[in-house]
């Protein structure tokens, strides 16, 4: 257990329609990555949030959006999906500054039909 | 910008041979690199990390990999496979200061034979 958790699990979605994906990082760790993992595009580095403000930003889609509460938590909020969406979406959180290693969440599977 | 490259897609081996999964990077500037297991329906676990120092790096059960500088690679290891070995394995580099965010290569999936 990595001690991030992401919520839910798994979901399945129509095109057209508009989730939000929950990541809670480990205890004292400021910063929250996203990635997402699918079967053409491999592992993708998605939005990264350091203590609520956006950090950086990897190959994002317009229709994606993220955010970092005080309490760290981090949303993906992804708005009119369509079928290529489907795939896995990872939440990590590191302490930056400490040499980088990130603690990967069991992921959410997201189907969109 | 960085890159890496994980040669092999697929990796048969039988059960208690060795096995050696390729990886090369690309970067003009300095990085950490990083080994990750994810076995099947399950998250990304840390194998093991360079970060500097010696460049033969142990992990966990029983890896290993080498960090080659000239040779851009970070080739990991195992003396003895076990059937529980497989799952895919991915290689990430980051940066070394600022945002430290990973970029991956595209997996190399092992499957241990009996």
């Known amino acids: 257990d990595s001690g991030v958790t992401q919520t839910p699990k798994h979901l399945i979605t129509a095109t057209g329609q508009r989730v939000t994906l929950r990541c809670s990082p480990r205890?004292?760790?400021?910063?929250v990555y996203w990635y997402q993992q699918s079967l053409d595009q491999g592992l993708q580095f998605l939005i990264q949030?350091?203590?609520?403000?956006?950090?950086a930003k990897g190959n994002i889609l317009e229709r994606f959006s993220a955010q970092q509460f005080p309490d760290l938590h981090s949303e993906l909020n992804l708005s009119s999906l369509e079928l290529g969406d489907s795939a896995l979406y990872f939440c990590?959180?590191?302490?930056?500054?400490?040499?980088?290693?990130?603690?990967f969440g069991p992921g959410t599977r997201l189907t969109v039909l | 910008a960085q890159s890496v490259t994980q040669l092999d897609s697929q990796v048969p081996v039988f059960e208690e041979a060795p096995v050696e999964l390729r990886c090369n990077y690309s970067?003009?500037?300095?990085?950490?690199l990083f080994w990750y297991v994810q076995y099947p329906n399950q998250g990304l676990q840390l194998l093991l990390k360079?970060?500097?120092?010696?460049?033969l790096v142990k992990g966990i059960n029983g890896f290993e990999a080498e960090f080659n500088k000239s040779q851009t690679s970070f080739h990991l290891r195992k003396p003895s496979v076990h059937i529980s070995d497989t799952a895919e394995y991915f290689c990430?580099?980051?940066?070394?200061?600022?945002?430290?965010?990973?970029?991956f290569g595209t997996g190399t999936r092992l499957k241990v034979l009996a």
């Open positions: 970067s003009s500037v300095s990085v950490y």
């Open positions: 949030y350091y203590n609520g403000e956006e950090r």
């Open positions: 990590a959180s590191s302490l930056v500054g400490l040499a980088g290693e990130q603690f």
């Open positions: 205890s004292g760790d400021l910063s």
């Open positions: 990430a580099v980051s940066e070394t200061s600022g945002t430290y965010k990973y970029i």
């Open positions: 360079y970060l500097s120092g010696s460049t």
